[in-house]
T-cell receptor
Framework: GAGVSQSPSNKVTEKGKDVELRCDPISGHTALYWYRQSLGQGLEFLIYFQGNSAPDKSGLPSDRFSAERTGGSVSTLTIQRTQQEDSAVYLC???????????FGPGTRLTVT | RKEVEQDPGPFNVPEGATVAFNCTYSNSASQSFFWYRQDCRKEPKLLMSVYSSGNEDGRFTAQLNRASQYISLLIRDSKLSDSATYLC???????????FGAGTTVTVRA
């Protein structure tokens, strides 16, 4: 079946611009996670959705980052006024419910110039 | 202190060799443990769960030591295709959040 998909796969943007990253989870998965992975680093948790609710936004690095999920499916991560330190791979994962095995999408590689 | 710590490696081993590495976790309330595999520039994928009694999946053996709070992964008869970064992952009780280590890089050479 279809796995987690993310778009775009690559995004190059100028410092100060806003970007939107999209995640399509596996159909029926109620839990959705966003992570960030910088070069050579581990996964940094950003936010978790259970259905359309985000009970834990504690990982969002600043108020320039926001995320939403609609219809219990697609999620969008928005970064406003991008900075060079935002450059990283943004990974989305879904799970049948919170805490179980997570299935990752291929990621969006964001480069801020 | 990081919640999950791993030796970054790299572990460079010849084909057919055995390689083993550990990961330590700081939270004694951790209940579930996993090894994920991440190939270069790819997404992480679940390799295996780690059970209290230890478990094997083909050439891979995982062990858990709760007293010392570490998890190990052993790969026997290494293949070139085993070259990857292995991520140690820990979950607390009913918590939804997984905590990832930074990974241990293994390179198997011909």
């Amino acid at each position: 079946g279809a796995g987690v998909s993310q778009s775009p796969s690559n995004k190059v943007t100028e410092k100060g611009k806003d970007v939107e990253l999209r995640c399509d989870p596996i159909s029926g998965h109620t839990a959705l996670y966003w992570y960030r992975q910088s070069l050579g680093q581990g996964l940094e948790f950003l936010i978790y959705f259970q259905g359309n609710s985000a009970p834990d936004k504690s990982g969002l690095p600043s108020d320039r980052f926001s995320a939403e999920r609609t219809g219990g499916s697609v999620s969008t991560l928005t970064i406003q006024r991008t900075q060079q330190e935002d450059s990283a791979v943004y990974l989305c994962a879904s799970s049948p419910r919170g805490g179980l095995e997570q299935y990752f999408g291929p990621g969006t590689r964001l480069t801020v110039t | 202190r990081k919640e999950v710590e791993q030796d970054p490696g790299p572990f460079n081993v010849p084909e057919g060799a055995t390689v083993a590495f550990n990961c330590t976790y700081s939270n004694s309330a951790s209940q579930s443990f996993f090894w994920y595999r991440q190939d270069c520039r790819k997404e992480p994928k679940l390799l295996m769960s780690v059970y209290s009694s230890g478990n094997e999946d083909g050439r891979f053996t995982a062990q858990l030591n709760r007293a010392s709070q570490y998890i190990s992964l052993l790969i026997r008869d290494s293949k070139l295709s085993d070259s990857a970064t292995y991520l140690c992952v820990v979950k607390k009780g009913d918590d939804y959040k997984l905590s990832f280590g930074a990974g241990t890089t293994v390179t198997v050479r011909a």
